[in-house]
């Protein structure tokens, strides 16, 4: 069955990065894009952006260029999410969601950023 | 302020037929499919619409969906108690070299 499960919580402090994995299970990893969402307490969804396993290009929505970076390995059939230059407002739980219907989801993992 | 429109929240009482609307534009729902996620508190999203109208193997026969123009519908009928949690909409959006864009949620109570 597919499965992502994606790596703990972290807390960080404003001005750091933090490095978010997904591994994913149950289906030949290079065949499907995996989405990047977030969702901040009590708010509703963000799409972050897309990465190719494949091939590992990368498409990111415009409000995050320049601070997020998707990568993958694929050896172990892991992506990751890296955003930098954190402040309090990227307090949020991080989900990886499987293309192209995002028909799986991870588990989401809590950032939480504080001084 | 998100992209596509619904609204904050909806209630019915069990057996209802109930349906939560979604607004875009052209560029989002007018031209690409529309999805439908349901969140339970604490968990991650589940899909429960693809394909404007397409139901994933496992849920139930009383959600449904639709799609007229830019705008888009979720209907759940005989409305269980198990079905209060968070709707949301979503669809690719063409503008801006491509992205995903989801309406606010709607907030589904039942009485």
């Known amino acids: 069955q597919v499965q992502l499960v994606q790596s703990g919580a972290e807390v960080k402090k404003p001005g750091a990065s933090v490095k978010v994995s997904c591994k994913a299970s149950g289906y030949t990893f290079t065949s499907y894009y995996m989405h990047w969402v977030r969702q901040a307490p009590g708010q509703g969804l963000e799409w972050m952006g897309i990465?190719?396993?494949?091939?590992?290009?990368?498409s990111y929505a415009q409000k995050f260029q320049g601070r997020v970076t998707m990568t993958r390995d694929t050896s172990t059939s892991t992506v990751y999410m890296e955003l930098s230059s954190l402040r309090s407002e990227d307090t949020a739980v991080y989900y990886c969601a499987r293309a192209t219907d995002l028909d799986y989801w991870g588990q989401g993992t809590l950032v939480t950023v504080s001084s | 302020q998100s992209v596509l429109t619904q609204p904050p929240s909806a209630s019915g009482t069990p057996g209802q037929r109930v349906t939560i609307s979604c607004s875009g534009s052209s560029s989002n729902i007018g031209s690409n499919y529309v999805y439908w996620y349901q969140q339970l508190p604490g968990t991650a999203p589940k899909l429960l619409i693809y394909?404007?109208?397409q139901r994933p193997s496992g849920v139930p026969d009383r959600f449904s969906g639709s799609k007229s123009g830019t705008s888009a519908s979720l209907a759940i009928s005989g409305l269980r108690s198990e079905d209060e949690a968070d709707y949301y909409c979503?669809?690719?959006?063409?503008?801006?070299?491509?992205?995903?864009?989801f309406g606010g949620g709607t907030k589904l109570t039942v009485l």
């Open positions: 979503a669809a690719w959006d063409d503008s801006l070299s491509g992205h995903w864009v």
């Open positions: 394909r404007n109208n």
């Open positions: 990465i190719n396993p494949s091939g590992g290009s990368t």
